[in-house]
């Protein structure tokens, strides 16, 4: 413990002086009432029963202020003057700006400038911007920490943990960032403008959103000159690491096309803390109407606008935001007639209805179209399945139509022969006629032994016996030895293929058909018969 006080004599925890980090490196210059409410918001309940709003601070700001004072003798913290309240100004220096860049996970070269000198005027701006990123983040407590305190207590940190919540984390947050219209990033050129705040929230919805916090100093025309001053930023073009040029904002940032479509440059939003003579609510109708060409869309069909090349302009007051927070009707978009959330506002709500219902017009035109090709399906299958039951094949002994089985199995081959014994049967009728016996065969049956007989010793097995190719009849063993071709010869009868009574009526009916003349065969075998002559000459007479 001695070792602590030692390092941190005001007894600051790494906890604090890591809040302490996080917001000066975000907001530059701060409060230690601002620090508490952004970096540990439970302690806001606490201490409610001291005496004085003020007594109050002093307490619920005891452990940032500690924190301050030991980084200060560490050298990473300053005071920066005073608030018109009298609240002391605290800022980072070089070396705790490169210490907050490793709290934020930022570049140490994106930390901005020390912001020595703000309070040299009060700071009634940088402390305006910083009730603004308050506003917009809506830090909520952490209950835990809270779960010894009064009852009391209790009720009042959950009704602020049950309301709107905010928008992105104190790393979310960038102040002062030059939006050079000529030069660099780190060394702009004249005629650019710089943000007071840069909102990067793509987790609630918000990828990018310029801020403009006014007090009410400045005129219509002077905000209509700084809105040009982005519309030059947001034009200009720069070459990012693929070679290829795109909007110099989109080197740094990243934000998608928006949800509608719309190529739209990124919103700006104007806050209004009306403590100066200007009253808002004659500057942003002047405002309208000289920026128009700026942020005007152009009509469509649907009832909604386009904003291609257009810059969403949102206006709110500090107090209406406060009250609300960004989730509530505070904002409204240069265009429009009514109050909106930020969502809404920076968005194009009738773009996306109109795309929703004409996504639903297509889905509903599909599914028409769909339903109609399935009943035009149907039609034809029922088309089909009339047309086929009347083509369905009915039985000629009991008049029943044939089943899906029994019909493919009725069918012919491709040769056109039957495939079925009974093509013309059901299934039952069939199995009553019985088996069908070819003429062949009751004539095989008839001359073929039967099976268990003896046969003679010169028959050969049923298999190899030949069958008259004109009448069909099995022949006999002796036509079927007369008609064996013997060794290598042809067979010795003259038509072998025909059985004997075949063979009698092929001749008798060629010699009824043709008389006198003869066959083939029977001069063949006159030839055969005549015998051979002998050659005449003087040579046959040497011969003999």
């Known amino acids: 413990m001695t070792g602590k006080r030692i390092t941190n004599p005001a007894g600051s925890t790494n906890q604090y002086r890591g809040d302490v980090l996080r917001v000066l490196g975000a907001l530059k210059v701060a409060t230690a009432d601002q620090i508490q409410r952004i970096g540990a918001p439970h302690l806001t309940f ?16 005891a452990s940032h202020t500690g924190a301050l004072s030991d980084m200060r003798k560490h050298g990473l913290s300053e005071n920066g003057g005073s608030t018109e309240t009298g609240d002391a100004l605290r800022n980072l220096t070089t070396k705790g700006l490169e210490a907050a860049s490793y709290e934020l996970r930022r ?8 912001a020595r000198g703000a309070g040299s005027s009060g700071a009634s701006h940088p402390m305006a911007v910083n009730e603004t990123v ?3 983040l809506r830090p909520k407590p952490n209950m835990a920490k809270l779960a010894d305190d009064p009852p009391h207590v209790q009720a009042a940190a959950q009704a602020a943990v049950d309301s709107p919540d905010g928008i992105g984390t104190i790393a979310s947050y960038w102040t002062e960032v030059p939006l050079p219209a000529t030069g660099t990033w780190n060394a702009p050129g004249k005629g650019g403008a710089q943000a007071d705040l840069v909102l990067t929230a793509p987790q609630d919805q918000v990828p990018l959103l310029f801020i403009e916090v006014d007090n009410c100093h400045e005129t219509a025309e002077e905000l209509a000159a700084k809105l040009e001053k982005y519309a030059r930023f947001f034009k200009r073009k720069a070459k990012d690491t693929d070679g290829k040029e795109r909007p110099m904002w989109r080197t740094r940032w990243t934000a998608p096309d928006t949800s509608s479509g719309d190529k739209t440059h990124p919103p700006v939003l104007l806050v209004f803390n009306r403590i100066g003579e200007r009253n808002p609510n004659r500057t942003i109708p002047r405002l309208m109407e000289l920026t128009r060409h700026l942020w005007e869309g152009e009509r469509q069909k649907g009832g909604h606008h386009r904003y291609d090349g257009r810059i969403p302009i949102i206006a709110t007051g500090l107090k209406n935001l406060s009250q609300h927070g960004p989730t509530g009707p505070a904002f409204l978009r240069f265009g429009r007639d009514h109050m909106e959330p930020l969502r809404e506002a920076i ?3 009738r773009r996306e209805a109109a795309d929703t219902r004409a996504r639903e017009e297509t889905a509903r035109a599909q599914a028409e179209y769909q339903a109609k090709v399935r009943r035009a399906a149907q039609e034809q299958a029922a088309k089909k399945a009339a047309e086929r039951e009347v083509r369905r094949p009915v039985c000629a002994a009991c008049g029943a139509k044939f089943t899906d089985e029994r019909w493919e199995a009725a069918q012919a081959t491709d040769w056109g022969t039957p495939k079925d014994s009974h093509p013309h049967l059901c299934d039952d009728c069939k199995q009553k006629a019985g088996p069908v016996v070819s003429p062949a065969a009751a004539t095989r049956e008839r001359q073929e032994p039967v ?6 010793d010169d028959s050969w097995p049923d298999p190899q016996r030949p069958v008259c190719t004109e009448c069909g009849a099995a022949f006999t063993d002796e036509r079927w030895k007369a008609t064996k071709p013997v060794g290598w010869t042809r067979s010795p009868a003259k038509h072998p293929t025909l059985c004997g009574d075949c063979d009698q009526r092929h001749g008798t009916d060629w010699e009824q058909a043709w008389p006198g ?28």
């Open 46 to 61: 606490r201490h409610a029963d001291k005496e004085s709003p003020s007594k109050q601070k002093q307490a619920r700001t």
């Open 107 to 114: 570049p140490a070269g994106e930390m901005g400038s020390t």
């Open 134 to 136: 308050i506003a917009m």
């Open 347 to 349: 968005g194009n709500p």
């Open 451 to 456: 099976r268990g007989e003896a046969e003679p």
């Open 517 to 544: 003349v003869k066959r083939h065969d029977q001069e063949q075998d006159q030839d055969q018969a005549v015998p051979e002559q002998k050659p005449a000459g003087w040579l046959s007479r040497l011969r003999r």
